[in-house]
């Protein structure tokens, strides 16, 4: 009997190569589990334009075809997880179940505040080149961009800092109630970056989905704490 395969898709910033010890617990458990590096990330280049979520989710797609992976169970980690619901919504009938963790379905960050947070992003370039203000630009973007929870988007460079709005600002709703293959939010207890909150709200949506906390650990819980979330991945894909 083939052995099952996991992709582990990575949160924005990271590479595949921060998951590579859950790829081993998984696969000492048996299973065959894949670590790419998105575009954009890690060993792969920076594209020269920005991108979307669909766009990640075909090379989500050329990765599969490549690799011939059959019926795969999709592991997406934040930025990750926004892919996996994506590919499943363009792509269905291919994945045989999706593990989330702290994934964004919701965005955490207030809407008014995040549109005002995309407005001033496009506007604020030209006040902040004019002097004397150009001598506080860097210290006064940080502090704003943490504020209102756009952290990655001040780490973001080139073609990824529209990209990253590209992602943020996609609604996911849809793609989440499309979801009809078995789905487990495997969360943070203590995740402050995407609060177990967006979890339940989820949850509530996707009725093929089940919630398991891991208590004391949080938004990386998956590369903090590998082997607990693997065995608990092993017990949902058992169960399946």
């Known amino acids: ?9 990575h949160g924005w ?13 998984l696969r000492a458990r048996g299973y065959t589990a ?31 075809q ?23 919504m363009m792509y269905p009938k291919i994945v045989r179940a999706l593990i989330l963790t702290g994934t964004p ?25 004019l002097p004397p203000f150009c001598l506080f630009r860097e210290f006064v973007q940080k502090w704003y961009y943490y504020a209102v929870g756009a952290r990655d988007f001040y780490r ?18 849809l793609a989440m109630k499309s979801v009809k293959i078995p789905c487990l939010l495997l969360w943070g207890g203590q995740d402050t970056i995407v609060p177990i909150s967006i979890a339940h ?13 891991i208590p004391d650990f949080g938004h990386n819980v998956p590369y903090r704490n590998s082997a607990r979330f693997a065995h608990l991945v092993a017990q949902f894909i058992h169960r399946i």
Request: glycine share 10%; charged share 20%; net charge positive.
């Open 66 to 88: 490549k690799h011939d992976i059959r019926n795969p169970v999709l592991i997406g980690h934040s930025f990750g997880g926004r892919v996996s619901i994506k590919y499943n």
């Open 201 to 213: 709200k989820m949850a509530a949506i996707m009725g093929t989905s089940t919630l398991i906390t």
């Open 156 to 173: 973001a460079e080139g073609s990824m800092r529209q990209t990253f709005k590209n992602i943020v600002q996609e609604d996911l709703e």
């Open 34 to 64: 894949y670590v790419p590096d998105m575009p954009g990330f890690g060993a792969s280049s920076v594209p020269k334009n920005s991108l979307t979520l669909a766009d990640y989710a075909n090379f989500l797609n050329i990765f599969i």
């Open 105 to 129: 379905g919701f965005t955490p960050v207030n809407r008014k505040k995040l549109l005002l947070f995309i407005f001033l992003a496009k506007v604020g370039g030209a006040f902040w080149s």
């Open 1 to 9: 009997m083939k052995r099952q395969s996991i992709i582990i898709l």
């Open 13 to 25: 910033g990271l590479s595949g190569e921060r998951f590579l010890p859950l790829a081993e617990e």
